[in-house]
């Protein structure tokens, strides 16, 4: 690829790029900033846009160009918050306001908390691993659904074919970034739809051991052994694309 083509790395935020010592975190920070020229940024976070917001008021933060929110059910610019029009409209067309049928075909099931948030394009509850039924899931699939279990601990009912990299690879798209350019970083079970999507990938040193198993067998991942911001930084040299 062009090395003058900017960097677009797509990091999941909580354990990945929040990951690591205070330290590495603005170290890392500040090698981004010093080339912001060339470097898209994305977010690709389980967070909702608030949590995001947050962030942004610790001035050495780095704001993203775009945010992928809610495991991968909203796309907005970084800085204003507002849609990314195309994208966003192909989640609410596949979501097609389904999060009443959602609770109301899992009311009861065993080991199901619905978590105090009220996301547009999914809907997140709480699961004990001990007590989830694989009927559950199997509920969710044949009603037109798809799940993801990260942590041993949130259970996200999700439109049908959408997640992190399904809707990073339809944000490529639209915005005619070459996916050659593109480095992805997580660190959970949630990550695991970026790391299939084939891009080069980053596995943090801190990641949930069942991530770290699946990327062992995907060529584009590399499992890096430090944890956080500083295990990102790791894999960007691992794949070449550290500035
Ligand atoms: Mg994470």
């Known amino acids: 690829m062009d090395v003058d083509e900017p960097l677009v790395l797509a990091s999941d935020l909580d354990g990945t790029f929040l990951g690591g010592t205070n330290e590495q975190r603005s170290q890392f920070y500040a090698y981004l900033q010093q080339h912001r020229q060339r470097l898209v940024l994305m977010f690709v976070t389980g967070r909702n846009l608030d949590l995001v917001r947050q962030l942004y008021r610790e001035p050495d933060f780095p704001q993203a160009d775009y945010i992928i929110g809610d495991v991968g059910t909203t796309v907005t610019h970084g800085q204003t918050f507002k849609p990314l029009e195309s994208v966003q409209t192909w989640i609410a067309q596949t979501w097609n306001d389904s999060a009443e049928r959602v609770r109301s075909l899992l009311n009861n099931e065993p080991g199901l908390e619905l978590q105090p948030i009220t996301p547009q394009y999914r809907v997140s509850y709480y699961y004990n691993p001990d007590e989830l039924q694989?009927?559950?899931?199997?509920?969710?699939?044949?009603?037109?659904?798809?799940?993801?279990?990260?942590?041993?601990?949130?259970?996200?009912?999700?439109?049908?074919?959408?997640?992190?990299?399904?809707?990073?690879?339809?944000?490529?798209?639209s915005l005619h970034l070459a996916p050659e350019q593109t480095v992805v970083a997580g660190d959970t079970l949630n990550d695991r739809s970026l790391l299939e999507t084939g891009l080069n990938g980053i596995v943090v040193g801190n990641a949930e051991p069942k991530l770290k198993e699946i990327a062992r067998s995907l060529p584009n991942a590399y499992i890096s052994p430090e944890p956080g911001a500083w295990g990102i930084w790791d894999g960007l040299k691992h794949h070449g694309r550290a500035f």
């Open 134 to 173: 694989s009927q559950t899931l199997t509920r969710i699939t044949q009603a037109g659904f798809d799940y993801i279990l990260s942590a041993d601990r949130f259970l996200d009912v999700m439109p049908k074919g959408i997640a992190k990299g399904a809707t990073l690879l339809k944000t490529l798209e």
